[in-house]
């Protein structure tokens, strides 16, 4: 029969119960912890038949439960030329006391024999100053850049975790601290390295206070799962989940208030560019700042233009921060573009920054354009519109002149061709005779002929001699 010492009778009911070859392990996470911090009770069970289920456990030793974490293995093993398939079920208790406790010790009968496991105690400690046993197989701290900023002005925190190269880390669970003054923003990206005997994760945020004074950073913790390998009296291994929660040191920050005004913290340059300042109406002006250098410009609120009679286009600002050896970069990008009929300034920006450095404001200034809108280019544009508009009707005109020539030239070269073709120029021959073509009947009928030969029929055939002897012999009257 199985029972439970102590204040945890609620045990007597699940391990009241006798299973051949089964056992029970009890293993405390951490024996001395600092006040806050939370320390896992881990109860296994071996089973070789069906698993028992786990009772719900509220409280240990008085102290209340804040998270349960169960898990389920079968781990098979060869005993005297048999399989044994060994069911373990582990329940994971995490809880904060406030004070030192003892945990109980169990007792359970295996094969008619009582079996006891030993009590645990647990030291509750004010501070890790006070700590006498330290864990020394993983560890999670915080460091600051700087323990004293100004207002604006942007620190570096860094979060190491730590943990020795031979532990079989299988689950890890990270809490970032609480920001509660701050504006943080995760900067870079995660690294990992060993540094000696162990394996170092590092985070980096950039904080930037919301207000003066004695800021506080609460602790970042960790929560994590290794498996423990335990070696049984029957010469086979035993692997057991094991949880153990990390929590670093909180952190102070003394942020001091300045009384002259400034936009930013840091030590920065300026640079404007603008594609031209000579544009024609309606066309648009680019122009792009730029400012660069060390310190933070998230928080920055930028530059704006209002410039009467001008239309004015930005896109939003593209801030960007990155991490060095020299600290927190950062570069800030914004592009305007501005569409106006006459011309106008577009003026200096003035940008005061604080150093901390050397404790000073510097002005910086962007640079003013004179920007000049040429309408002349405007009105010959217009003129060449006007000229393009009626082009193509002027080429029409043209190419009908020319269509008409063609055609009169290709009609009397048809003409000549005809006079060739038949031996005489009829129109010619006309011209001549039909004065006469009421004197006799051959005149009249070559007349005739000459008219059809003019009006295209093909049909008409003219004695050439003949009409060659009357051509001569009235040609000599009309003269």
Do not use: C
Not at 167 to 195: T, V
């Amino acid at each position: 029969m199985v029972r439970i010492l102590g204040n945890i009778t609620i045990f007597l009911l699940f391990l009241g119960v006798n299973i051949y070859g089964s056992s029970l392990e009890v293993s405390l996470s951490d024996k001395e912890i600092v006040v806050g911090e939370s320390v896992f009770l881990t109860i296994a069970t071996v089973e070789e038949g069906n698993q028992s289920s786990f009772p719900p456990i509220k409280s240990v030793a008085g102290v209340k439960i804040d998270e349960v974490i169960r898990t389920s293995t079968v781990n098979y093993v060869l005993i005297n030329g048999k399989n044994r398939a060994e069911h373990i079920q582990t329940m994971t208790l995490e809880f904060r006391p406030k004070k030192s406790i003892t945990i109980p010790a169990f007792s359970f009968t295996l094969d008619g024999e009582e079996s006891y496991s030993k009590e645990q105690y647990l030291k509750v400690v004010s501070s890790k100053d006070e700590l006498t046993q330290k864990n020394r197989d993983f560890s999670i701290e915080m460091k600051l850049s700087k323990n004293e900023i100004y207002k604006d002005e942007s620190v570096l925190l860094t979060v190491l975790f730590r943990h020795k190269k031979d532990i079989d880390l299988q689950k890890m669970e990270y809490e970032k601290p609480k920001f509660i003054d701050f504006f943080a923003k995760h900067i870079g990206k995660e690294k990992i390295y060993q540094e000696g005997k162990f394996i170092v994760y590092k985070l980096n945020y950039m904080l930037t206070p919301k207000h003066s004074g004695v800021l506080t950073i609460s602790p970042a913790n960790i929560k994590i799962a290794i498996q423990n390998r335990q070696l049984q009296k029957e010469g086979w291994y035993r692997d057991i989940l094991s949880w153990h929660r990390v929590v670093s040191n909180g952190l102070k920050l003394r942020v001091e208030k300045l009384d002259e005004s400034y936009e930013i913290v840091g030590d920065f340059k300026v640079k404007s560019t603008i594609d031209s300042t000579t544009t024609e109406p309606n066309r648009p002006i680019n122009l792009t700042i730029e400012l660069f250098g060390e310190g933070n410009l998230e928080a920055y609120r930028g530059i704006e233009f209002d410039i009467p009679n001008v239309t004015i286009y930005s896109d939003d600002s593209n801030t960007s921060s990155q991490l060095d050896s020299a600290g927190v970069k950062s570069f800030y990008k914004k592009s305007f573009v501005f569409i106006a009929t006459d011309n106008f300034v577009i003026p200096s920006k003035t940008i005061r920054i604080f150093n901390p450095k050397n404790k000073s404001v510097k002005i910086l200034k962007t640079e003013a354009y004179r920007v000049k809108i040429n309408k002349n280019i405007e009105k010959k544009r217009s003129i060449d519109k006007k000229i393009l508009y009626y082009l193509p009707f002027l080429i029409a005109f043209v190419f009908g002149i020319i269509l008409t020539l063609l055609v009169q030239n290709i009609i009397l070269l048809y003409k000549k061709y005809r006079a060739k073709k038949v031996g005489f120029d009829g129109h010619k021959a006309l011209q001549i005779l039909y004065p006469y073509s009421s004197d006799n009947i051959e005149i009249e009928e070559m007349v005739r002929k000459l008219y059809a030969i003019k009006n295209g029929e093909k049909d008409i055939k003219i004695d050439k001699k003949k009409l060659n002897k009357i051509l001569e012999e009235y040609s000599s009257k009309g003269e």
